[in-house]
């Protein structure tokens, strides 16, 4: 089997030319190497980030657990591995176990084993590195730090107070792309630090970002103080703002549509600290504090002493005497009566927290809208959003202006090209490979046919007679085979067949034309006819051959 399929390759590639053969050759190569690429890429599994941002030392303890483990991996860098997606959080589970990633950063787990034989020095070395680690861990949770760092100087104790150097603390922090410490956020920090560690205040602590900008430089004079409040005052102004932007921009963007309004808003804060004492006084309410009377009375029977002053006239007999010469009596009479009522009073004391909103000055500006009682009725919402007083002295404008559309044209016209573009270069990529692919199946197709062809002359056809094949109905005709013959050795000898009456025939060859003869058909000539057709649409092969046979018979005849 093998040496006729060789004999027949070998007829078919001596036929063929030099160009046909290096496209033969260059196509085989080709499928050779592309089909084993593509099934190497489709049996290759894909990876996924199991952990990222890892020390040296974590990575290589995770890679050497994973080679323990047999599990495939991808290094990206040294601080990222990657395994097959399947196997992600199996993989993170595994290494939680192990206690994995343990990162750079310890904490008080320095002391959870065995002490014993540690000496004071490496005790307090180990605490040292521990309340590092604590606070690191610490101050890294917050949103806006990728990495953190700190350092505490704590010197030895001293035996004079006077002589008792501080205790000192330097941080260095990395931000996170995008992100930004505030100074109230800095602050906070080195307040964390100051209240952590025993003898550290806040002017001993320095913090400092991974760029050399200096956050914070410990010194607690009063031009750092102040340029410190002045961050804080800004900060809070600034998120005020944006807190009422926000609101007025959502009216607008549920009223309006998306991109048809711009607002901005400042805020003015009263930072003063006051404190108010109020007294009144209602006189209405009367109430008696206290009361004082004073009432006097002097009556006499008609005699009134008079004379000359002394003793002498004082006497009884005397004084009856004046008092009978003046012929009258005397009556004296005093009542005097005094009143302090309390008037009632109210006083009242108000401290002012400052913070208050001072004005606030609100501008708008709508695409479109050219209806002043729309103008009119988005000013009154957007003032009670915001909480607009005009006896505080607040400021709102909402004006109507056409925005300028041309950049924002322009910015999606070209995207919508470059997105055209790219779909346009995808189908392209796609229609070229099957194109490719397309060429290739139709050329070793054509291959394969033109190899068959070739090999049409080392068959010899074993024909059935004539006689027995129109026997056959038509319905169950047999399809003459093809067996191959290599050996000149013949088994079974060939039939002759009778060439049959010419005819005309239009499934097959046509006849010479000195042929086209119209004779009256004989049934058995209509049978041949009917299977001939039937041989031709199911082995085309065949009855051209029965048709060189016919040709050379009638060759030999005419001989």
């Known amino acids: 089997m093998f040496t006729r399929f060789l004999n027949q390759f070998n007829a078919f590639w001596q036929r063929q030319n030099q160009t046909v053969r290096v496209v033969l050759i260059t196509s085989v190569v080709v499928i050779l190497i592309v089909?084993?690429?593509l099934i190497t890429w489709a049996s290759q599994p894909t990876y996924g980030v199991a952990f990222s941002e890892l020390q040296e030392t974590d990575a290589a303890n995770i890679v050497d657990k994973l080679k323990a483990a047999n599990i495939p991996y991808q290094m990206k860098g040294t601080s990222t591995i990657l395994?097959?997606?399947?196997?992600?959080?199996?993989?993170?589970?595994?290494?939680?176990?192990?206690?994995?990633?343990?990162?750079?950063t310890v904490g008080f787990e320095l002391f959870s084993g065995n002490t014993l034989g540690m000496t004071e020095f490496t005790q307090k070395v180990n605490y040292q590195r521990a309340l590092e680690g604590e606070l690191?861990?610490?101050?890294?949770?917050?949103?806006?730090?990728?990495?953190?760092r700190v350092h505490i100087v704590t010197p030895d104790e001293s035996l004079f107070a006077s002589e008792q150097k501080p205790t000192t603390a330097s941080i260095t922090v990395e931000e996170k792309?995008?992100?930004?410490?505030?100074?109230?956020?800095?602050?906070?920090?080195?307040?964390?630090?100051?209240?952590?560690?025993?003898?550290?205040?806040?002017?001993?602590?320095?913090?400092?970002?991974?760029?050399?900008?200096?956050?914070?430089?410990?010194?607690n004079d009063a031009a750092s103080t102040a340029a410190s409040q002045v961050d804080t005052r800004r900060a809070a102004e600034k998120a005020l703002a944006s807190e009422l932007q926000k609101k007025v921009k959502d009216l607008l963007d549920t009223a309006l549509g998306t991109n048809r309004s711009v607002v901005q808003v400042s805020v003015a804060l009263d930072w003063s600290e006051k404190e108010i004492t109020k007294q009144e006084f209602d006189p209405t309410p009367q109430a008696v504090r206290s009361s004082q009377q004073l009432a006097e009375s002097y009556s006499t029977d008609g005699q009134v002493t008079s004379g000359i002053p002394g003793a002498t006239t004082n006497l009884p007999d005397q004084a009856q005497q004046a008092a009978g010469a003046n012929g009258g009596n005397l009556v004296y009479s005093r009542t005097e009566i005094t009143n302090n009522y309390e008037i009632t009073t109210t006083e009242s004391k108000e401290k002012v927290v400052p913070g208050d909103i001072n004005n606030i000055s609100l501008s708008v500006l709508v695409d479109g809208v050219s209806d002043q009682q729309q103008l009119t009725a988005l000013q009154s919402a957007i003032s009670a959003a915001v909480g607009i007083n005009q006896d505080r002295g607040d400021i709102i404008s909402v004006q109507s202006l056409d925005f300028d559309k041309t950049v924002a044209q322009q910015q999606a016209d070209e995207q919508a090209t470059s997105d055209r573009n790219a779909l346009i270069i995808t189908i392209a990529e796609i229609a070229a490979v099957v194109l490719v692919l397309g060429f290739l199946f139709w050329y070793v197709l054509r291959l394969l046919q033109n190899l068959k062809m070739a090999s049409v002359e080392v068959w010899t056809p074993v024909l059935k007679?004539?006689?027995?094949?129109?026997?056959?109905?038509?319905?169950?005709?047999?399809?003459?085979?093809?067996?191959?013959?290599?050996?000149?050795?013949?088994?079974?000898?060939?039939?002759?067949?009778?060439?049959?009456?010419?005819?005309?025939?239009?499934?097959?060859?046509?006849?010479?034309?000195?042929?086209?003869?119209?004779?009256?058909?004989?049934?058995?000539?209509?049978?041949?006819?009917?299977?001939?057709?039937?041989?031709?649409?199911?082995?085309p092969a065949s009855v051209a051959e029965i048709i060189q046979l016919w040709l050379n018979e009638d060759k030999q005849r005419n001989v």
Not at 136 to 148: F, H, M, P, Q, Y
Not at 508 to 527: N, S
């Open 35 to 37: 089909i084993p690429v």
């Open 83 to 104: 395994v097959p997606t399947d196997q992600v959080y199996d993989v993170r589970l595994m290494m939680a176990k192990e206690g994995l990633p343990t990162s750079s």
């Open 465 to 539: 007679p004539v006689a027995e094949v129109a026997a056959l109905p038509v319905e169950q005709a047999p399809i003459v085979p093809m067996i191959p013959q290599p050996e000149p050795v013949i088994e079974e000898p060939i039939i002759p067949i009778a060439p049959p009456p010419v005819v005309a025939a239009p499934v097959v060859l046509p006849p010479p034309p000195k042929r086209k003869v119209e004779v009256m058909q004989t049934p058995e000539e209509e049978q041949m006819q009917k299977v001939v057709a039937r041989l031709a649409d199911d082995n």
């Open 136 to 148: 690191e861990r610490t101050i890294g949770s917050l949103d806006a730090i990728k990495a953190v």
């Open 177 to 219: 792309p995008g992100k930004k410490l505030d100074a109230s956020q800095v602050r906070a920090i080195a307040f964390l630090v100051s209240n952590s560690v025993e003898g550290l205040t806040t002017e001993n602590v320095v913090v400092v970002d991974t760029n050399g900008n200096l956050l914070m430089s410990g010194s």
